[in-house]
C-alpha cells in the first residue's frame, strides 16, 4: 500500500531587507525547513520609501517581478528538496508597502500624506494572478500603512490581547514596529519609526551581527571608548576600533547606530507618553525580529535601544521571540481561527503618526546620547 503524499504549504514573510520562508506540513504542523535570502529589491533602494519612489518613476512592473521571481524561486527549491509535486498554498506576510509590490498594487498614495493604500484587508489571488505557481496565495491583514501584516500576524501569534496585562510589542527591522496593549481599555497603540537596516539579520557595516555590535558598543562605553555623545576616543576616531577578527567599528557605524536606537527607544518612550502609562506598568516585554534572538538585554539597555527600566525587574516577563511575523504566517496555515484573531486585533488598533507627535522630536534628539 502506498502512503499518501504529504500536504506542504508555504509561509513567507516580505521584509524590506530579508525574505524569509518555511515549508509546513499541514497535516503535523510541523515546520519541515526554513529558509532566509536578502531581498532582491534591495537594488531599487534600501528602505520602503526608496521602493516607493521608485513604483513612482515607473518601476513597479520590475519591482513586483523581482520579489516574485524570488518567491518562486523558494518555491521551486522546497519542491525539489522534499520531491515535491507542488506547493499549493501560500501565506505572505509582511509591511504593507512590500505586501502592495508583491501583488502588483501602486504603493505611490503611501509616499505622501495621507498615507493611503490601496488594500489594508486580508487579500486572496490564485497564483497565475500574481505569477506563481502556488495555487492559492493569502496575503495577511495590515493594520495601516506604516503597521503591516508583519505586526498583524506578530500580535495574533503572540496573543497579546490574551495575557490579561499591559504589554509592550517591539519588533526590530528596517521599520521599527512598536505596539503597547493597555488592558484596562482594550486598546492596541501603535508606531512606526524608521531604523535602518542596522537591525537587520544582515550583518553592519563592520561585519558584525547587530547583536555582536550591541555587545561591542557596550563594551566601548563601560571602557571609555566612546563618549556621551558617541564620540570615539581620539586614539581611534580615524582608525577606528579593533573589536574581534579584524573588524573594526568606524565612528560613522557608531552614527548610524545612534540614529537607530534612538528611533527604537524614542518610539517606544512616546508611545507609553501618548498612553500616560508608567513603564513599571508593563508586565510582559516581547522582542521580535532575528536580531533579537542572540540579544544581550543588559548590554541593549545600557546603549539606550531600550528602557533600563525592563532590565533586572522580576515583574516584567521580556520575551525573545524570533520572527513572529514568519510564525504568524505559519500559523494561519494550520488554524482557521489565525485569520479571524488577526481582523479582531486591527479592530483595537491605534495607528499614532510619530511625525506629529509633540514627544518623539524631543525624545528622538535627546536619546541619541549614550
Excluded at 151 to 166: P, Y
Excluded at 203 to 216: K, P, R, Y
Excluded at 222 to 239: M, P, V, Y
Aim: with cysteine.
Amino acid at each position: 500500500m502506498c502512503n499518501s503524499p504529504i500536504r506542504v504549504a508555504a509561509a513567507i514573510d516580505i521584509g524590506t531587507t530579508n525574505v524569509q520562508a518555511s515549508l509546513v506540513d499541514l497535516d503535523t504542523g510541523s515546520v519541515l525547513e526554513t529558509t532566509s535570502e536578502l531581498n532582491t529589491q534591495r537594488s531599487f533602494g534600501a528602505d520602503v520609501m526608496s521602493r516607493i519612489s521608485a513604483a513612482q518613476n515607473g518601476k513597479l512592473n520590475e519591482l513586483f517581478f523581482a520579489i516574485n521571481n524570488q518567491v518562486e524561486n523558494i518555491l521551486r527549491n522546497f519542491i525539489s528538496r522534499h520531491n515535491l509535486s507542488a506547493v499549493t498554498q501560500c501565506a505572505v506576510s509582511g509591511n504593507t508597502v512590500m505586501l502592495h509590490l508583491f501583488c502588483r498594487a501602486d504603493p505611490s498614495p503611501m509616499g505622501h500624506a495621507p498615507y493611503t493604500p490601496k488594500f489594508l484587508d486580508e487579500q486572496n489571488f490564485s497564483g497565475a494572478e500574481i505569477s506563481l505557481s502556488a495555487a492559492q496565495v493569502t496575503l495577511l491583514p495590515s493594520i495601516s500603512a506604516f503597521i503591516g501584516a508583519d505586526i498583524t500576524a506578530g500580535l495574533t501569534f503572540i496573543n497579546i490581547m490574551g495575557k490579561g496585562e499591559n504589554a509592550l510589542f517591539v519588533d526590530v527591522g528596517t521599520n521599527g514596529e512598536i505596539v503597547l496593549f493597555i488592558e484596562n481599555e482594550k486598546k492596541l497603540l501603535c508606531c512606526s519609526t524608521a531604523a535602518g537596516s542596522c537591525f537587520e539579520e544582515t550583518e553592519i557595516n563592520c561585519g558584525l551581527s547587530a547583536s555582536d555590535f550591541i555587545n561591542a558598543v557596550a563594551q566601548m562605553k563601560h571602557e571609555n571608548i566612546i563618549d556621551e555623545t558617541g564620540a570615539l576616543d581620539d586614539k581611534f576616531r580615524n582608525s577606528g576600533f579593533p573589536v574581534k577578527d579584524g573588524r573594526i567599528i568606524t565612528q560613522k557605524n557608531v552614527r548610524e547606530f545612534q540614529l537607530a536606537k534612538s528611533a527604537i527607544y524614542s518610539g517606544i518612550k512616546t508611545i507609553y507618553k501618548t498612553a500616560h502609562l508608567d513603564l513599571k506598568n508593563i508586565g510582559a516585554v516581547y522582542i521580535a525580529g532575528g536580531f533579537g534572538e542572540h540579544l544581550n538585554l543588559k548590554n541593549a539597555a545600557e546603549v539606550g535601544l531600550l528602557p533600563q527600566e525592563f532590565i533586572g525587574r522580576e515583574e516584567v516577563k521580556i520575551e525573545i521571540c524570533g520572527n513572529t511575523s514568519l510564525k504568524g504566517a505559519e500559523q494561519n496555515l494550520i488554524d482557521p481561527a489565525f485569520l479571524p484573531r488577526c481582523r479582531e486585533i486591527i479592530t483595537h488598533a491605534e495607528p499614532i503618526d510619530l511625525a506629529n507627535n509633540k514627544y518623539f522630536a524631543a525624545a528622538y534628539e535627546h536619546n541619541m546620547w549614550f
